[in-house]
Structure formats: C-alpha cells, structure tokens
C-alpha cells in the first residue's frame, strides 16, 4: 500500500514496548501503514506521497489530554487573564483596558484568578471589585473553576446578593450585614453569576449544571459556539494533542461537536461524558447510556460518567480526614451523601459505563473508592478501569485499595505545590507537615503498580503538555517535608500517551505508533532525550497530525 505522507529521519518514540524505536513512519487513509527504518518506510513511496523530513526531531504519538474542560478553556481565549496577579490593584489597568474595547460586554469576566489576590483584602470581595468597577457586571473566576468573586452588580443580576437556596457543597457566602459578600463557592453558586457572560454561560453548562441549554441555543448561538470550539481545538492542536477527555458533558457539547465532524472540520478526538450532579436522580444516567449508545465514532464518543465529591484544598472544601491546620473545625465539604453517592456508582457500572470522579482530599478519595468497591460486590467484577481525578492526598489504604480494585489514577503535574505555576502554601495551612509525604503522590501511585495517566485540567492551567511534563520529571525541591516525586521521562511520555489511551479502552486505536493504528503523531522541534530536563517546557510543537491530517504546522520542518 502506497502511503499519502511520510516522515523520516525521525527519533521515533512508539510508547509500544515490542518496538520501541524508529527512524520513520508511513501512513494513509487515516492510519499508520509502517514503522521502521528509513528505508523500510520508504519502500510505501509513491509519486504522490509527501514527505517530511525530521531531521533527528522526536517524533511521539500525538498527545492526549486526559482531563480538560474544553468549552470553558475556549471561552477563556477570549474573556480577561488574570492569572498570576497578587495584587487587586494591578487589575485596574488590565481592566480598563478590556472595557474599553468591549462596551458591550455583558460581564466582564477575569479568568485563572489565584486565591492570592484577596489576602490580605480586609472588605468583602464585592466591595473590592466594586472599587475595580462598580457601575457593570464584573467578576473573577478562580484558576481551579470552584471559585468566583463577583461585585455587587453581578450578585443582584444573578439574584444573589439576598443569598440563595443552594445544593450541598456550594455556598454563596454571607456577611454580618445579611448581604452576600461576593465569595461564591462551587458551581451552584457562582452558577447564575456566569450565566450572564456573552456566553450565556452555556460554555459551563456541562460543568455547571451537566443539562443542555433552556432555552434552546438559537441557530446564531449555536454556530458561535462552534467557532469558539474550533478556536480551542486549534490551541489544543498546537501543543502537539490530538485526543482530549472532556470533563464535563452534556448533550449539546456531543451535538456542535459531531457537527463540525460531519462538516469536515473536527481535527481532533474527544470523549464527552456525561455529568451526574448531586442533586440528580438516578434515572438520569439513563442520560448517560443513552449517550453512549448514540456516540461510539472514532472521534467524538462518550461511554463515561462525570461526578464530584469534593472541592479543591485552596478554598478549604477539598474533603479531608483531618481538618485543615488553618481552619480546625473544618474538614471540606462532600458534594454527594455516601448513599447517593455509592448508589450511583452501582447504577453506572451496572450500565457498563466508565466512572471518573473529581476527589482531591483523601477522605474524599476514600469515599469513591468506598463506592467503586460497593459496585464490585453487587456487579461483579469487570475490567472498568474507573478512574480517580486529582486525588491530591491519599492515604496508604487507599493506594492498596486502588490496586486491588483496578482503578486508574488521573493526576496533573502542574497542580502539585511542587509544579512551578502555583505558589507554594504556607506550612501548616491546607496541610500538616506529616501530610506532605502522601501529597500529590505520583511516584509511590506508580511504584503501588497503580495505572497512572498525566494530564492538565485545562483551563486550570494552560493546555501546555510540555510544561507538564517539566513538572513531573524536574519538580521544585521544597524541602524534607516533600518526598521526591519526580518521573522518569519514558513513564512520563507514556502517561501522556500509551496509558490514556488505554484509560479510554482506546489502546488498539491511538496512543502508539504502531500499523494499523490511527494516525496522530506529534513532532517536537528538537531531540527531548538531549533536551535538559529543566528546560523541557522551552521545547516546541513543530507539526501535531491527527487521523493523517496536519492539525499545526510551526513551519519549522
């Protein structure tokens, strides 16, 4: 078979362990046809064939990200950065300057905000964004999406100035004067706050709410939407990714997607799950088999329930067996009660759909794996691959308890306090000394035998596969208090291809170079075994490829 395009001179890293190596690689149709030398590749030439030459590049399966939230990462191309500011006052200019080109801007909407930049802040965060701008909606929305700071104008819009009725975990927090002090924790209640964006926060739904759009999107809604996914889907592709594992879901997200496939223009695979919110029936997961009975195409499909039982460790919900240092009474919030919450997992697996779960604090992660293990003994057993996200804490039972269940753990380098895009907290605040040792644990889950896959939860941090990867082979030293978790470059690259495509059950699809296989590679613009491991994030995607197409081309080859 002759091949439609070829790259040679390759250093060709195929994540398949039977042939690890290669100079080139052939494909056509879609799929790999060869891997070899360069002369066994070149032996599919026809006229017609182009060929790139890599020049000694690496050449890697594309990459995939298995934990992104993509709807609300391309809306966040277009609202007002703000991450890395500690200072309210550096706002004020960056503001303005947004206003100015957008009067019409329904909310102004600041988004990656870090916790740091109301320390120290001694009114209420509405008034201080009041004093930012007082006269137009404006917020902020917290990097990890489980925080929004809004002023008063926002909170009457969003009808929750006066407080609201919310469902358990979210909080529209209340001052002394019986007024909402703009504080708006998890999705319920900064929920409405971000319906008021251009958006109409339909962007969120999937997270928010998990529903499609009420009202239905207009047909001119609809179509902005999709050209705000493509502007995403273009960034995601020029970070060398060709697969993404969607975070939220509904079915208006599988609709505009499986559009653009069918109009030619989706190039990229993406899983869409659905999303099963605390305050759901469990008839509702008849939601989510149906979307895995209409969605199975090779590049947008579903199979898999979405759920949260915890917050995030900055805003002190993420739920832990001890309380926080800073906060003793308190020990985080559980999204779900552990009956309604067990009783899902039974249901779902029963369903033979994939279970994720958002569980950052240890008793949280215990509480998932309470209801994996529940679903076990009624179901029986059954390669499920279930997975945890983020578990940012966890204890020696539970990592004994993952290997005994077959569950697959999904973490994100870049989160870690030992990252580089954080800053570090204080000692003694989110965790104890003593907790240290079992935070952020990448290397003693790998060293459990426990399935690890890497990931970036954009748009809690950029979509930046190979700054994650600095992360996770060249962490900050913070100390004795922090074990070394570092990763070897080959476990690393696995975990960012091989291993979230088997996640999927997507192994004999994508995820290695191999015949046979789809055709979604990615070229760096250098060596990344000569590359120095500090400086891995300064590497360039020269050309992402998916399904055989060229996605991004840096125009380096």
């Not at 020696?396 to 005994?404: G, H, S, W």
Request: proline content about 5%.
């Amino acid at each position: 078979m002759n091949a439609d395009l070829i790259i040679f001179n390759g250093c060709v890293r195929t994540m398949d362990p039977n042939a690890p190596v290669a100079e080139a690689v052939a494909m056509t149709d879609g799929k790999i046809i060869a891997v070899g030398t360069n002369d066994d590749v070149r032996s599919s030439t026809a006229n017609a064939t182009r060929q790139i030459d890599a020049n000694g590049r690496s050449v890697l399966p594309g990459f995939i990200d298995s934990h992104v939230h993509l709807f609300q990462g391309s809306a966040e191309l277009d609202f007002l950065p703000v991450g890395g500011l500690t200072d309210l006052d550096a706002l004020r200019p960056l503001v303005d300057a947004y206003v100015a080109d957008r009067p019409d801007e329904p909310l102004i909407l600041g988004v990656g905000a870090f916790y740091g930049l109301f320390e120290g802040v001694e009114s209420a965060p509405r008034i201080a964004l009041d004093n930012l701008m007082k006269d137009r909606p404006f917020a902020l929305l917290a990097a990890d999406l489980h925080t929004v700071w809004a002023n008063t104008k926002t909170l009457e819009m969003a009808g929750l100035l006066h407080g609201a009725y919310m469902p358990e975990g979210s909080t529209v927090v209340m001052g002394d004067d019986g007024l909402a002090t703009g504080l708006l924790l998890e999705t319920g209640a900064f929920g409405p706050a971000l319906a008021l964006s251009r958006t109409g926060g339909r962007d969120m739904l999937g997270y928010v709410t998990g529903a499609d759009p009420d009202p239905a999107a207009t047909s001119a809604e609809r179509e902005a939407d999709k050209a705000l996914l493509l502007k995403g889907i273009a960034h995601v592709a020029s970070h060398g990714i060709t697969t993404l594992h969607n975070m939220d879901g509904n079915f208006y997200q599988l609709e505009l997607l499986s559009e653009l496939e069918a109009e030619g223009r989706l190039n990229l695979r993406i899983q869409i799950p659905f999303h099963l919110k605390n305050f759901d029936s469990l008839d509702r997961l008849e939601e989510a088999a149906e979307m895995h009975r209409r969605y199975t195409g090779d590049k947008v499909w579903s199979g898999r329930v979405k759920m949260f039982i915890d917050g995030v460790l900055e805003s002190r919900t993420a739920l832990k067996s001890r309380a926080y240092p800073d906060d003793p009474h308190n020990h985080g919030e559980a999204v779900f009660d552990a009956e309604h919450f067990n009783a899902a997992c039974v249901r779902a697996d029963a369903l033979g759909l994939q279970i994720s779960v958002h569980a950052v604090g240890d008793l949280a992660v215990t509480r998932v794996l309470d209801g994996y293990e529940l679903a076990v003994k009624t179901n029986g057993t059954r390669d499920a691959r279930h997975r945890v996200e983020h578990l940012e804490i966890i204890t020696d039972a539970d990592l004994e308890r993952m290997k005994a269940l077959n569950v697959v753990a999904s973490m994100q380098p870049r989160h870690a306090v030992f990252g580089g895009f954080f800053d570090p907290p204080a000692p003694n605040t989110i965790f104890f000394e003593d907790e240290c040792a079992r935070a952020y644990a990448w290397a003693r889950v790998r060293q459990s035998g426990i399935p690890l896959a890497f990931s970036t939860d954009w748009p809690v941090v950029p979509v930046d596969v190979m700054a994650n990867i600095q992360s996770a082979v060249a962490p900050m030293a913070l100390g004795s208090d922090w074990p070394d978790q570092s990763q070897t470059l080959q476990d690393t690259l696995t975990s960012y291809t091989a291993t979230n495509a088997w996640m999927a059950f997507k192994e004999d699809h994508h995820g290695t170079l191999r015949p046979g296989l789809a055709a979604d590679l990615v070229i760096l613009d250098g060596d990344v075994e000569a590359q120095d491991l500090q400086g891995m994030a300064k590497l360039p995607i020269a050309m992402t490829i998916c399904d055989g197409e060229i996605s991004y081309d840096a125009g380096t080859l």
